[in-house]
C-alpha cells in the first residue's frame, strides 16, 4: 500500500455528463499527478499539480481539468465526457521541489471509468 | 518530447527460466528512469529506479535493470521468475528538469508454474 487514496473505485457515466475523480496522496507529499490509462495500453500524463498549481499537462483537452487542496488532495475534473474517455485514472503522489519531480511517483489503486 | 518503447508484449515463461524485458527512451538529455510493476487487481508499484551512479540497480523481489546509456536502454532482468511474478511489467522515463513521467505500453509476464 502507497498511502495514495482515491475515490471512487468505479464509476458509470453517459456521454456528455460530467465527472469529478478525487485523490489523497501520500502524508509529506506535495505533488499530484493525474494519468490515463487506457485498455492494454500503458499510463498517459494528464497534469500535475503542485502546491496548488497546475505545473505541467500532457497532451489533454482543456475539458479535462484539476485541482490541488491546501492539504495537497486533489481532483480531476472531465467535462463533455466522450467514450474514448473510459479509462482507468491513476493519481500519483510525490515530494517535489520546485515542482521538478525527481522523486518517485507513487500510485493509487484508480478509478476505473466507464461511458456509456 | 520524449518517449519509450517496450518491444516485448507478451511474455510468457515457465518458473525458474531468466527474464529480460527491453526497454528503450527517446531523449535528449539526462533521463531518471523506473520499472513499475502491476500485479493482477492491484496497483501500480515501484520495483526500482535509476537516478544516478551505478548503472546496474537493483531493486525489490530479485529484480535489477541496467541503465546503457550510449543505447538509451534500461532492461529489466531476473535470474529466475516465480509464478508471483505474472504481472504487467512498465517501463517510464522522466527528464531530470522535467515533471511528465513517460510511460511504455507495458509487457504483460506470465509465469506458468
Known amino acids: 500500500e502507497t498511502g495514495v487514496t482515491q475515490s471512487p473505485t468505479h464509476l458509470i457515466k453517459t456521454r456528455g455528463q460530467q465527472v469529478t475523480l478525487r485523490c489523497s496522496s501520500q502524508?509529506?507529499?506535495?505533488?499530484v499527478s493525474w494519468y490515463q490509462q487506457a485498455l492494454g495500453q500503458g499510463p498517459q500524463f494528464i497534469f500535475q499539480?503542485?502546491?496548488?498549481?497546475?505545473?505541467g499537462r500532457g497532451n489533454f483537452p482543456p475539458r479535462f481539468s484539476g485541482l490541488q487542496f491546501p492539504n495537497y488532495s486533489s481532483e480531476l475534473n472531465v467535462n463533455a465526457l466522450e467514450l474514448d474517455d473510459s479509462a482507468l485514472y491513476l493519481c500519483a503522489s510525490s515530494s517535489g521541489t520546485s515542482g521538478k519531480t525527481r522523486e518517485t511517483q507513487y500510485f493509487g489503486p484508480g478509478t476505473r471509468l466507464l461511458v456509456l | 518530447a520524449q518517449s519509450v518503447s517496450q518491444h516485448n508484449h507478451h511474455v510468457i515463461l515457465s518458473e525458474a527460466a531468466s527474464l529480460e524485458l527491453g526497454c528503450n527512451y527517446s531523449?535528449?538529455?539526462?533521463?531518471?528512469l523506473f520499472w513499475y510493476v502491476q500485479y493482477p487487481g492491484q496497483h501500480l508499484q515501484l520495483l526500482l529506479k535509476?537516478?544516478?551512479?551505478?548503472?546496474l540497480v537493483k531493486g525489490i523481489k530479485g529484480f535489477e535493470a541496467e541503465f546503457i546509456k550510449s543505447k538509451f536502454s534500461f532492461n529489466l532482468r531476473k535470474p529466475s521468475v516465480q509464478w508471483s511474478d505474472t504481472a504487467e511489467y512498465f517501463c517510464a522515463v522522466i527528464p531530470n528538469a522535467g515533471n511528465m513521467l513517460t510511460f511504455g505500453g507495458g509487457t504483460r509476464l506470465m509465469v506458468k508454474p
Open positions: 502524508s509529506g507529499h506535495n505533488t
Open positions: 531523449y535528449g538529455g539526462t533521463v531518471n
Open positions: 499539480y503542485y502546491r496548488e498549481e497546475e505545473n
Open positions: 535509476y537516478f544516478s551512479g551505478d548503472p
